[in-house]
C-alpha cells in the first residue's frame, strides 16, 4: 500500500480529505497533561527493569552532530554502537548511529558486519531554510554515501505560515528520493508550540510517506516532552487505522537518563501496545542517555554504580 497517500476503505484519499483529517485536530489538553502525569507514576517490577534497560539500548540512535565532529570521534562513537559495553556482551548494540551526510561513509565502515544502521541528517539539518533543490541534493548525497536511514526537519516557516500543503509536497518529494531508505521526518516540537499543532505535523508527515516521526533535532531548548510523544502516538494509531501501515516514533532532544527513559517505554506500551516495543518502531536519539542506561544495568548486576569513564566514549 503507497504511503505517499492515506487510503481508507480501499479508496484513496486526496489532498482534501488529508487537509480535513488535520483540522479536525482538537485536543483536550487538561486531559492529555492529566493521562501524561498518571502514567509517570507507572513502575516496572524489579525483574523487568533489565529487560527494560537492554531495550533502550536496543533502540538508542547514538548522535553527534556537533561542527567539530571528527573521523576519530566518529569511529569512537561507531565502535560504542556496536559494544555498548565490551566488558559485557549480554548488552545488545544501538539501532544505528546518526551523523552528518559528510561523516556517513566513516560510520558506514566502522559498523559494518553489525546490525548497527547508519542515520544522516539531511534537508539543511535543524533549520530547513534552504530551497528544495538543496533539500533534496543534501537527501541524495547522504543515501549515495551510505546512509540506511534519512532524518530530515518538515518546514517550520511554511507550516506556522498555514501552508500545510508545501510541507507535504516536500515530505512526498524526499521521500521519493529515499526509495526504500526509511525516512524520519522531525517535527521540532518545541517551534509548533500547541498539541493541536503537533497532531498537525504528524498527521501531514505521515500522510506524506515518513517511515518514522521525531520529537526533535535536539539544537532547541524545547526538545522531547512526554506529551508531544502521546500527542504523536495517537496519530500514528489513527494513521494504522486508516492505513493499515505501521509508523514509527523517535523521541530526542533532553531525554538522559535511564528513568525518564522508563517513562517513555511505559507510554508507548499503554497507549499503543507492546508490539510498538522494537527499535523498528520506536527510537530514542541518544548522546548521554545511553551512558546512563548503561551504569544502570551494571548496577543492577554488580550491585555497585561505575564511573562515567569506565565505559567507552561516544
Known amino acids: 500500500m503507497s504511503k505517499t497517500a492515506l487510503k481508507a476503505n480501499n479508496s484513496k484519499l486526496e489532498w482534501v480529505d488529508v487537509i480535513e483529517h488535520v483540522y479536525e485536530s482538537r485536543i483536550d489538553a487538561v486531559g492529555l497533561n ?8 507507572r513502575s516496572i517490577k524489579k525483574e523487568s527493569k533489565l529487560e527494560a534497560l537492554n531495550m533502550i539500548v536496543s533502540m538508542c540512535d547514538l548522535t553527534t552532530l556537533e561542527g567539530e565532529d571528527t573521523k576519530g ?15 559485557d556482551k549480554s548488552i545488545p548494540s544501538v539501532a544505528a548511529v546518526c551523523v552528518y551526510p559528510s561523516l556517513v561513509s566513516i560510520a558506514k565502515e566502522k559498523v559494518k558486519n553489525s546490525n548497527v544502521k547508519v542515520a544522516a541528517v539531511s534537508s539543511y539539518f535543524p533549520s530547513g531554510q534552504v530551497p528544495m533543490d538543496s533539500k533534496i541534493l543534501d537527501t541524495k548525497f547522504a543515501i549515495e554515501e551510505g546512509a540506511d536511514e534519512i532524518d530530515i526537519v518538515i518546514n517550520r516557516k511554511a507550516f506556522l505560515e498555514g501552508d500545510y500543503r508545501k510541507v507535504y509536497d516536500e515530505i512526498v518529494e524526499l521521500k521519493e528520493v529515499c526509495k526504500d531508505v526509511h525516512l524520519k521526518t522531525i517535527l521540532e516540537v518545541g517551534d509548533l508550540r500547541t498539541y493541536e499543532n503537533i497532531r498537525k505535523a504528524s498527521l501531514i508527515s505521515l500522510a506524506a510517506g515518513s ?4 520529537t526533535s533535532t535536539g539544537k532547541l531548548t524545547v526538545g522531547s516532552s512526554r506529551q ?11 494513521y494504522e487505522l486508516w492505513t493499515g501501515v505501521q509508523a514509527g516514533i523517535k523521541v530526542a532532544g533532553g531525554i538522559r537518563d535511564a528513568k525518564d ?3 517513555y ?8 501496545g507492546d508490539n510498538w516495543l522494537t527499535p523498528d518502531l520506536f527510537r530514542f536519539g541518544a548522546s548521554s542517555l545511553l551512558d546512563d542506561v548503561l551504569k544502570q544495568i551494571r548496577k543492577l548486576k554488580t550491585g555497585a554504580y561505575q564511573a562515567s569513564y569506565y565505559f567507552p566514549r561516544g
Open 34 to 41: 492529566e493521562r501524561v502525569a498518571s502514567l509517570a507514576t
Open 211 to 214: 517511515d518514522f516521526i521525531k
Open 265 to 272: 517505554l511505559v507510554l508507548i506500551n499503554e497507549e499503543m
Open 228 to 238: 508531544a510523544c502521546y500527542v504523536m502516538a495517537k496519530a500514528v494509531l489513527d
Open 73 to 87: 570521534k566518529i569511529s569512537q562513537m561507531s565502535a560504542k554502537a556496536v559494544k555498548p559495553d565490551p566488558g
Open 261 to 263: 527513559a522508563i517513562r
